[in-house]
Structures are given as C-alpha cells and as structure tokens.
T-cell receptor, first 110, second 115 residues
Framework: EDQVTQSPEALRLQEGESSSLNCSYT??????LFWYRQDPGKGPEFLFT???AGEEKEKERLKATLTKKESFLHITAPKPEDSATYLC???????????FGKGTMLLVSP | EAQVTQNPRYLITVTGKKLTVTCSQN?????MSWYRQDPGLGLRQIYY???????DKGDVPEGYKVSRKEKRNFPLILESPSPNQTSLYFC??????????????FGPGTRLLVL
C-alpha cells in the first residue's frame, strides 16, 4: 500500500526565514511525486511534478527536490503570501490514483 | 480559461435525501476524479474515471455513485446521504495517466453538511 507522510504538520516562520518541508513516501514504483498548495476553503493548486531521484524544480521562492525515499519543498525567504497548506502526493506505475499526505500548514508572519 | 467547476459550492441537506454534485471541465481531459477532504485524514479518492463510460472505485467509494456519460462532466451522486458524508468534496481532472502530463487540476470544492 502506498503511503505518504509529511512533516512537520505545522510550521511557523518569520518573513525571510528559509526552511524546508518534508514528504516521505513508500510506493511500489514511483511514476510521479506531486506538490500542491492549498489555501483555506479552496481546491489544491498544482506546483510541481517530480519523476526521478535527483530531479529538482523551482518556482519563485519554492524549490522541490526528490530522492528515492523522500521529497523536500524548500522555501527561500518566504513572504506572508506563502502561507498555505502544502500537500504532497504520489502516483505509482500502473495506477491512475494519487495518494496524498495530510499536508504541512505553513504560516509566515510579517 | 482552463478550469474545473463544481456546483453547488455549499449544500446543507438531511439524511436520506438524494443529491447530486456536478463537476465539469473544459480542458478535454480524459481522467476525472472525486475526492473528499476531512480534518486529520487528508484527501481521499472516492471514484475516478479514465474516460467516457469507464469508472472505478477509489479508496472510499461506499455511499457514492458516479457516472460519465460525457467527457466533460462527472457528477457525484449520494443516493441516501448520511451525516458521516459531511465533508469537503473536490473534483479533479487530468490528461490520461501515462501521458507524461498527469497533473491533476482541482475544482473549487463543495462543502456538504448532512443533518
């Protein structure tokens, strides 16, 4: 059974204080690992897809990396508008479903 | 604008009264899916559809039905809602898995309360 564990559950940062979110996964064969951002009461918004260990992707202050067992979402010099819940999900080869983690709630204070 | 729409956005109903939540996408995606999101449990898949007339169960299908008669629409049906189906529901769509473009795009959500 595919499993995704995200840590920490919640993270509070000061504006400009860089940090990382962790997504540990077990999957029979990884087709893709996805990061989403979710604002309260809204649908998840796609950020990145990573397909193989060693792959990295960047978007503004966010950078996602992937190893064979985990993925990190690095946030550099965050701003209050980066406050949201960040979700990680995996998709296995041969399956069309996504397995989501429970998310990390990030709060960035000015 | 590429989007997934859901209706209604908010719904309060009573136990046993059949309801349908509609979902529509304008991106010509083959794959569509329904999720529910509950505090402490995260997003869990209810049903999914690989294409017209092709549907399959996700992780938590009990108490739900779906149909896919048109490519763009994927309604979620609760034949006899119960209070444990009170939740936030999301519809999502994507190109077919295996295409290299499996990114799922989510609708805005439907908040359901069953009394």
């Amino acid at each position: 059974e595919d499993q995704v564990t995200q840590s920490p559950e919640a993270l509070r940062l000061q504006e400009g204080e860089s940090s990382s979110l962790n997504c540990s996964y077990t999957v029979s064969g990884l087709r893709g690992l996805f990061w989403y951002r979710q604002d309260p009461g809204k649908g998840p918004e796609f950020l990145f897809t990573l397909y193989s260990a060693g792959e990295e992707k960047e978007k503004e202050r966010l950078k996602a990396t992937l190893t064979k067992k985990e993925s990190f979402l690095h946030i550099t010099a965050p701003k209050p508008e980066d406050s949201a819940t960040y979700l990680c999900a995996v998709q296995a080869f041969g399956y069309s479903t996504l397995t989501f983690g429970k998310g990390t709630m990030l709060l960035v204070s000015p | 604008e590429a989007q997934v729409t859901q209706n209604p956005r908010y719904l309060i109903t009573v136990t046993g009264k059949k309801l349908t939540v509609t979902c529509s996408q304008n991106m010509n995606h083959e794959y569509m899916s329904w999720y529910r999101q509950d505090p402490g449990l995260g997003l869990r898949q209810i049903y999914y559809s690989m294409n017209v007339e092709v549907t399959d169960k996700g992780d938590v299908p009990e108490g739900y039905k779906v149909s896919r008669k048109e490519k763009r629409n994927f309604p979620l049906i609760l034949e006899s809602p119960s209070p444990n189906q009170t939740s936030l529901y999301f519809c999502a769509s994507s190109l077919v898995p295996g295409s290299g473009q499996e990114t799922q795009y989510f609708g805005p959500g439907t908040r359901l309360l069953v009394l």
